[in-house]
T-cell receptor
């Protein structure tokens, strides 16, 4: 039982490049989330998916797209990376009813 | 943002002392949760309090919720050096939206 797995763990991009962050959970959770964490800002919700086939914007969706590929996988895509997207990105999934959330170990992304 | 502030932003105490941190939120919630983050790692769930509860205990943790003030507090009693971490509250809306505060960085000195 691996929980929530994110790949890659580290990434350096040049401005304008694109990339996809992958996330998978093996807990059969319906809800999945992408957050970014910047120093002193806490975690800000980028996008979430309440169930397979649905996605919704969070607090800071601009510059990102997401895909809920199936119940297990939720990916985050940066189409044209900008230095302002330098951050640590966390994927999470949660038990039904808004109970306990489980987090991946994070992806440290630097855009130069 | 749906989430308000946490305070203090940083807290430094001696081992054995109690640590109290607070958070506020903006609109009606389903429940409120507290999480812990060790440096550079993912968040780990600590405790959940439902909107119709006022106080909850789990081991050395005590959480209170005041829905009239839209605020919550986390008390860690008899702190240990191993409690050194950042602590975040999360306000849960629509039973599936988790909004986190900016966190309190706790340092427990041995």
């Amino acid at each position: 039982n691996a929980g929530v797995t994110q790949t890659p763990k580290f990434q350096v991009l040049k401005t304008g490049q694109s990339m996809t962050l992958q996330c998978a959970q093996d807990m059969n959770h319906n809800s999945m989330y992408w957050y970014r964490q910047d120093p002193g800002m806490g975690l800000r919700l980028i996008y979430y998916s309440a169930s397979e086939g649905t996605t919704d914007k969070g607090e800071v969706p601009n510059g990102y797209n997401v895909s809920r590929l199936n119940k297990r996988e939720f990916s985050l895509r940066l189409e044209s990376a900008a230095p302002s997207q330098t951050s640590v990105y966390f994927c999470a999934s949660s038990e039904a009813g808004g109970l306990k959330a489980f987090f991946g170990q994070g992806t440290r992304l630097t855009v130069v | 943002s749906q989430q308000g502030e946490e305070d203090p932003q940083a807290l430094s105490i001696q081992e054995g002392e109690n640590a109290t941190m607070n958070c506020s939120y903006k609109t009606s919630i389903n429940n409120l949760q507290w999480y812990r983050q060790n440096s550079g790692r993912g968040l780990v769930h600590l405790i959940l309090i439902r909107s119709n509860e006022r106080e909850k205990h789990s081991g050395r943790l005590r959480v209170t919720l005041d829905t009239s003030k839209k605020s919550s507090s986390l008390l860690i009693t008899a702190s240990r050096a191993a409690d050194t971490a950042s602590y975040f509250c999360a306000a849960i809306y629509n039973f599936n939206k988790f909004y986190f505060g900016s966190g309190t960085k706790l340092n427990v000195k041995p």
